[in-house]
């Protein structure tokens, strides 16, 4: 399955997960890794299965490097009807009110634009005793699993 990991970090925890996870899938799939920063969402490619990975800054907001992004989309309105997707999100629940809102308001952005959403939107909490790549990395095989299911392209 062609598989592209795109990432929107504020410190460089989102990056550096996103990576693990390519490094994860790399022997079976054909992975590629971007920041959401490079990323033009009018040229996303239908053929290519996209795993979101973005944390959460301030008030519950995107991070830097999402936020041209979901700029965007919301400037050029793309149809992304032909887009899939999942997200993994990386937060903090000492931050109870905002917790996990900026990969929720991403998967909001692409939803809102045709992209369709494939397993549930995952939530790491730094604060809890899990790694992120514990959680990440068997959330990852699972959506891909449930993306070949669903599209039929071998996962």
């Given at each position: 399955?062609?598989?592209?990991?795109?990432?929107?970090?504020?410190?460089?925890?989102?990056?550096?997960?996103?990576?693990?996870?390519?490094?994860?899938?790399?022997?079976?799939?054909?992975?590629?890794?971007?920041?959401?920063?490079?990323?033009?969402?009018?040229?996303?490619?239908?053929?290519?299965?996209?795993?979101?990975?973005?944390?959460?800054?301030?008030?519950?907001?995107?991070?830097?490097?999402?936020?041209?992004?979901?700029e965007a989309i919301d400037k050029a309105g793309?149809?992304?009807?032909?887009?899939h997707f999942a997200i993994f999100g990386l937060?903090?629940?000492?931050?109870?009110?905002?917790?996990?809102?900026?990969?929720?308001?991403?998967?909001?952005?692409?939803?809102?634009?045709?992209?369709?959403?494939?397993?549930?939107?995952?939530?790491?909490?730094?604060?809890?005793?899990?790694?992120?790549?514990?959680?990440?990395?068997?959330?990852?095989?699972?959506?891909?699993?449930?993306?070949?299911?669903?599209?039929?392209?071998?996962?």
């Amino acid at each position: 399955m062609k598989i592209s990991i795109l990432y929107g970090t504020e410190t460089g925890n989102a990056e550096m997960l996103a990576e693990d996870i390519q490094a994860e899938l790399d022997a079976a799939h054909d992975v590629t890794c971007d920041n959401l920063a490079d990323t033009d969402p009018t040229a996303l490619d239908p053929t290519r299965f996209y795993l979101l990975v973005c944390s959460t800054y301030g008030d519950g907001e995107l991070p830097a490097s999402a936020q041209p992004f979901a700029e965007a989309i919301d400037k050029a309105g793309p149809d992304l009807s032909n887009v899939h997707f999942a997200i993994f999100g990386l937060g903090d629940s000492e931050y109870h009110e905002t917790f996990n809102g900026g990969p929720k308001r991403l998967a909001e952005l692409m939803i809102a634009r045709g992209a369709r959403q494939i397993g549930d939107r995952i939530a790491h909490d730094a604060s809890g005793p899990d790694l992120a790549e514990d959680i990440a990395f068997p959330w990852a095989e699972q959506v891909l699993a449930e993306a070949e299911e669903r599209l039929g392209a071998p996962a």
